[in-house]
């Protein structure tokens, strides 16, 4: 008879099985929740590097004041939990917050996948921003007043640092994804987990652990791996030749 | 260009950081099509004028008046104007990409996209068509100081500073660089204002020479007076390496 050890490993080895089974099956159920998590993360990652590559290049290259404040806001925000960012979302959105009661229809309702995409935005775009700034600061500082000198405008010499910084952006870009693919604090409290609607891989993860369905649980872990794998190495595909040097 | 006979005139330029003096220049002028060599020990103030005369920084007081306009200070030169005035900086910084795309960088930031019988030309002229499909920064000093030479030449300035462009490059590289640039001169009436503490190299190359001691111009005179019968006393020293710093 095997012991703890051996089970677990036996659960993990069916795990693996089972989420091979279930991709060949192609489960419409799995791939609803494979797309919605898919959806919400891409949306809340396109938001993040739209708001986060701008910021953190405009930190990397100029000196205002308030400079130093606003970066050690940016890291703090780097280490927020997602459960404190889940339930600020979930003040803010309910019908008694500050957001909800507006009744805007920009403003996101509670238990939609709109309302996960903006507490996946406010998770990853420090993180996208902060390695931004950082990617943007070592840069050779003479670049800028060498593209100058060839005649770039200030948003072309912008430009030129952040290619140049592009390696960087790229992490940035990879680490604002894996922060939110992978979280489930945020997620749970202003999705619900509700089936066919708000429930994504790691949320069904927690649902299927809890219920005793580790073999399920351990297949969807494995896709949501896998998952974060391709999108990581396309990513890196897309950077280009950069890491052949 | 105007039909002046300067390109450059200065009245009265202050240049200070954090309220300290780097740089005062009652009147220089540089005319049209000359090579004017800005000599003197290091720290004397010969790369901050190149920054003026480049308008990459306004005066803190005074006129840099470049053909008929004026750069005066918490001013900003127009694009246009701008864009007729290059530097080769001592340290060529390089951007992570090809030999070639270096070189089509500048005609880039114009809009010029088709212009690569002019990229290979130039490419041509500063011997290194072989290269053309190679890493930047995979080159040796000397190829990465004329990949830096080629990226100036291809916008075709109506004037192009040199930054000290041969300092710790060997006597081959040294020769090439100062035959391109003379040819530059001679053939396309290009401007030179060659920054450089070698006087071996200002008699090689200029018309006229300045001596440039603490932020002050000493002496300006065409080359032939400035070496064999320079005025001032500090001239001579500096002339027969004298000066001790």
Known sequence: MPGHGGLIIEEIIQGFIQAIQLILAQD????????????????????????????????????????????????????????VVGLFVYLMLSRSGPLGQLN????????????????????????????????????????????????????????????EARVG???????????????????????????????????????????????????????????????????????GKTFEE | MANSEFVYQLQSVN???????????????????????????????????????NFLEPPTSGTVRFLDVEFIPNSSMPLELRRRVTTVFQRPILLNRSVRDNVSYGLRLRGRRNAARLVESTLEQVGLKELASQRARTLSGGEAQRVALARAMVLKPDVLLLDEPTVNLDPYNVG?????????????????????????????????????????????????TFFESPHDPRTRAFIRGEMVY
């Not at chain 1, 990617?135 to 593209?147: E, I, T």
């Not at chain 2, 035959?179 to 001679?186: D, G, H």
């Not at chain 2, 060659?194 to 090689?204: D, G, I, S």
């Open chain 2, 176 to 224: 090439l660089i100062e035959e391109i640039v003379r040819a530059l001169n001679q053939e396309q009436d290009t401007t030179l204002v060659l920054v450089t503490h070698n006087v071996f190299q200002a008699r090689r190359l200029a018309q006229r020479v300045a001596l440039l001691l603490e932020g002050q111009i000493i002496e300006v005179a065409d080359v032939v």
């Open chain 1, 104 to 163: 805007w229809p920009i403003v996101p309702s509670l238990f939609t996948p709109a309302a996960m995409v903006a507490a996946q935005c406010i998770i990853s775009f420090p993180l996208v921003a902060g390695f931004t700034m950082a990617a943007v600061m070592g840069v050779d500082p003479q670049l800028r007043q060498q593209v100058q000198a060839l005649g770039a405008t200030r948003r072309q010499t912008t430009l030129a640092v952040l290619m």
């Open chain 1, 28 to 83: 419409p159920a799995l791939f609803e929740i494979v797309t919605l998590s898919l959806q919400v993360s891409g949306t809340a990652l396109l938001f993040s590097a739209l708001i986060g590559i701008p910021l953190g290049a405009l930190l990397g290259l100029s000196r205002f004041t308030g400079r130093r404040f606003v970066v050690a806001l940016l890291y703090t925000g780097m280490g927020f939990p997602p459960v």
């Open chain 1, 169 to 239: 952006v790229v992490v940035s870009i990879i680490a604002g994804f894996g922060s939110i693919i992978s979280e489930v604090g945020a997620v749970m409290m202003v999705g619900g987990n509700i089936e066919d609607k708000t429930r994504m891989l790691t949320t069904a993860i927690v649902l299927e652990t809890s219920k005793g369905n580790f073999d399920l649980a351990m297949a969807l872990g494995v896709i949501l791996l896998g998952l974060s794998f391709a999108t990581n190495v396309a990513m890196l595909y897309l950077q």
């Open chain 2, 15 to 53: 240049k200070a950081y954090n309220g300290r003096c780097v740089l005062h220049v009652d009147s220089l002028d540089i005319q049209r099509g000359e090579v004017f060599a800005l000599v003197g020990p290091s720290g004397a103030g010969k790369s901050t004028l190149l920054r003026l005369l």
